[in-house]
């Protein structure tokens, strides 16, 4: 179909124009039966990949059941269940959960709960961060200007803290620069008393797969409990076993007030959890917040089954396996390639940030023509290329978007 006869609106930028047909574990199929390594995921959402069979069923089977449980109206069979196998995959003390579709919708009612909990009216986010696409998710997030601009006016309430530049040598003096920023921040522009929450990516996603460092974490968590604002982690991209483990604050051994999960909960039924301490969410006042569709039993379905598959012996070091498969064959590329300047983790949220964006630009080019691989960019001006495989890759696929991704880089050059 020509672009002028199409009545899809033309606001989504396009990654490729390939037309899917069917996707299988890491790979899709167009309609016209070429091939593609799919290390886009749907942007870090296909956990288990395409059609796993564990998701397709239990999507099956709900469906044939009832596809739309209203949660004001009824409560079925799968909310309990679902909330119960959070409460032992989410860090310690995360036991309440509410849930919603998407993760601009969670992120903002992290927001609101804070506000309700504490009752105070301001929110801290970091430098670079991504929180989504609705207004409030939008004032909070600060990873490219275009996601901003033309939508003045935001609203207000929201300040935005430093976070560690990955590039800057002396990590210690770039952690203490930050946080330094954020004392200056509290001392005059949002006082602790006006300030209800702190949230932060503990791995920043459209940013540029960022990892904060763990002493910066501390920093802010530190800075939260001294002044009664709460501290939120929004998971959306990083969280379901993308880093090789459950949570990126897994590793950092920091345990959030509330916890944003979105993208992989569900292998990429639309679907969204928010989880608290029940303390917290008993000053939620019912009714201040809910939605039509939040808890749908089919997305409580696809989310149960993908928790399953994450939470299978050997699944998360499999992450962590491939994870580093892909950094060190990457970083050995570095030594031929100046132009690539930082490889980064953790797990499978791995960043290649080129000194050039039209460099990196071409180079995913190069992949997706040539080497029938996707890939995509991130960071303020598209200099990284992203890898966010499904986490169900083989060492066998790692190894072919690697040769593809070489390839390209020479050819380019
Ligand atoms: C960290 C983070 N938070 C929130 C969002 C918004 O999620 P959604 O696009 O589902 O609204 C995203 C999306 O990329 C994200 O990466």
Redesign the pocket.
């Known amino acids: 179909m020509s672009d002028s006869d199409s009545h899809l609106s033309r606001v989504w930028f396009k990654v490729t124009d390939l037309q899917v047909a069917s996707g299988t574990g890491c790979r899709v199929t167009t309609v016209d039966g070429e091939e593609y390594l799919d290390f886009a995921a749907g942007?870090?959402v296909n956990s288990t990949g395409h059609a796993h069979p564990a998701v397709v069923e239990a999507i099956a089977r709900q469906a044939g059941r009832f596809v739309h449980a209203q949660a004001n109206v009824f409560t079925h069979d799968l909310l309990e269940p679902l909330a119960a196998r959070l409460a032992e995959i989410t860090p310690a003390g995360i036991d309440t959960f509410f849930f919603a579709?998407?993760?601009?919708?969670?992120?903002e009612a992290a927001v609101k709960l804070a506000k309700q909990a504490t009752g105070r009216s301001h929110t801290i986010v970091f430098d670079g961060?991504?929180?989504?696409?609705?207004h409030l998710?939008m004032a909070m997030t600060t990873s490219k200007a275009s996601t901003r601009a033309g939508y003045a006016p935001l609203p207000s309430g929201v300040f935005v803290a430093p976070f560690p530049d990955p590039l800057v040598a002396d990590r210690d003096a770039e952690v203490s620069r930050a946080l330094r920023g954020l004392d200056h921040l509290l001392a005059t522009q949002t006082a602790p008393a006006e300030t209800a929450a702190m949230i932060l990516?503990p791995v920043?996603?459209?940013g540029g797969y960022v990892p904060a460092p763990a002493e910066f974490v501390e920093g802010v968590v530190e800075r939260c409990r001294t002044h009664g604002i709460l501290f939120v982690a929004?998971?959306?991209?990083?969280g379901f076993g993308r880093t090789g483990e459950m949570f990126a604050v897994d590793h950092l051994g920091v345990e959030p007030d509330i916890i944003?999960m979105?993208?992989g909960i569900a292998s990429g039924f639309?679907f969204?959890a928010l989880g608290t301490r029940r303390e917290l969410d008993d000053r939620w006042p019912t009714g201040s917040h809910g939605g039509t569709y939040g808890g749908n039993p089919i997305g409580c379905a696809a989310a149960l089954a993908t928790i399953d598959v994450l939470t299978a012996p050997g699944f998360l070091e499999n992450v962590r396996a491939r994870g580093e498969q892909l950094t060190d064959a990457l970083r050995e590329l570095q030594g031929e390639h100046g132009e690539l300047r930082q490889v980064r983790g953790p797990g499978l949220m791995v960043a290649t940030s080129f000194t050039d964006p039209v460099r990196a630009t071409s180079v995913v080019r190069h992949c997706l023509h040539d080497g029938h691989l996707i890939l995509m960019t991130a960071g303020p001006s598209g200099q990284v290329v992203r890898w966010m495989p499904p986490l169900v890759v083989t060492a066998a696929e790692i190894d072919e978007a690697f040769e593809a991704f070489a390839t390209a880089l020479r050819a380019t050059g």
């Open positions: 942007i870090a579709n998407s993760g601009a919708e969670i992120t961060s991504f929180h989504g696409r609705t998710a990516e920043l996603g459209e929004d998971e959306v991209q990083s944003c979105a993208k639309p969204a």
